[in-house]
């Protein structure tokens, strides 16, 4: 359990350079994952699952891994009751809702075109911090935030998928629930730690989309659902392994690095996704997108050294990962 120090609150001290670097890697490995999800979660229909049964599942399934490992390595343990109770019913939810609006955009418009439309959240990230905290943005991560978003537009501007309105909105959706989800979860998972952060919004989100998918049973289609056995495969996998590196990863990052550094790293997932999509699904690439990835690729290789070192407060409790 982390102790508060003693010094006067005001003096600060800046995060260490190894965990900034392993902040950064796990940042990278999470952007990985999400990159792959939208071409898992297209492959995952062809069993019979549906968005809001598939959420539940993995969910679940990584949510009883995390905890278990939490409790086995000793991390569960007296936490602030506020932070824990923030972090399972309202980043949990938050995250469940934007997921499942993400995998039924990947369903209604196809996995290229959502995987670039859902990267707008960096500007809803910008908002809501400036929101809540009145807290000013360096000017070069702005300028960062808007060319890499340009560089977005180059990637999904000639995608093989077509776009349809519902599924842009529900990708649009998806983003300002994933940036009030980083943006509400920095300041708790300080308090409780990354992997037990982890399986607490895993929880949540859980019991929402199970919440969601037996209303849509109950209201829609009046049966359970059902899918094959290699559906049970493709959940066992995502909640084994990409939940907890996506979820865990990204936790560990927004606590070092800040949610608008790791917003800004994860504008790399579309060009992850749109390989994926090229190479599983067979989406064809155009020229004006492989440009595109070039310039992302480009300004995320300088980002690191243009954002301002995570400043950490002395007179605050973080909770050791």
């Keep these: 359990m982390a102790t508060r120090a003693e010094s006067p609150p005001a003096q600060t001290l800046p995060v260490d350079a190894p965990h900034v670097a392993v902040a950064w890697a796990c940042g990278l490995a999470s952007v990985v994952v999400y990159g792959l999800t939208p071409t898992v979660a297209a492959l995952s229909y062809d069993t019979g699952l549906t968005p809001t049964v598939l959420v539940a599942l993995r969910s679940l399934c990584g949510a009883i891994l995390i905890l278990a490992f939490a409790g086995a390595t000793g991390r569960i343990r007296r936490v602030p009751v506020r932070a824990a109770l923030g972090l399972m019913l309202v980043c949990g939810p938050l995250f469940g809702l934007q997921v499942i609006c993400y995998f039924a955009a990947v369903q209604s418009t196809g996995a290229q075109v959502s995987v670039v439309v859902v990267h707008v959240y960096p500007v809803f990230v910008l908002f809501f911090v400036w929101l809540t905290t009145r807290q000013r943005q360096n000017p070069a991560v702005i300028v960062l935030c808007l060319v890499m978003i340009g560089g977005i537009g180059l990637v999904g501007g000639s995608g093989g998928a077509a776009v349809t309105p519902a599924g842009v909105g529900l990708a649009v959706t ?33 019991a929402t989309a199970g919440l969601v998918a037996a209303g849509l049973v109950a209201a829609v289609t009046a049966q359970p659902a059902s899918f094959t056995a290699a559906g049970w495969v493709s959940v066992i996998a995502q909640g084994a392994f990409m ?29 992850v996704g749109v390989l994926a ?22 300004v995320c290789a300088i980002l690191p050294r243009v954002s301002a070192a995570r400043k950490v407060p002395v007179g605050t409790d973080v909770a050791a990962d």
């Design 174 to 206: 998806s983003a300002v629930g994933y940036a009030l989800y980083l943006v509400l979860g920095e300041r708790w998972v300080r308090h409780v730690g990354a992997v037990l952060s982890s399986g607490l919004v895993t929880v949540g989100a859980a």
């Design 243 to 271: 939940i907890p590196i996506g979820v865990g990863c990204a936790f560990y990052a927004v606590r070092r690095l800040g949610s608008v550094s790791l917003s800004l790293l994860g504008l790399l997932e579309p060009v």
């Design 277 to 298: 999509a090229r190479v599983v699904l067979g989406e064809r690439l155009q020229p004006v997108q492989w440009a595109g990835m070039l310039v992302i690729l480009a």
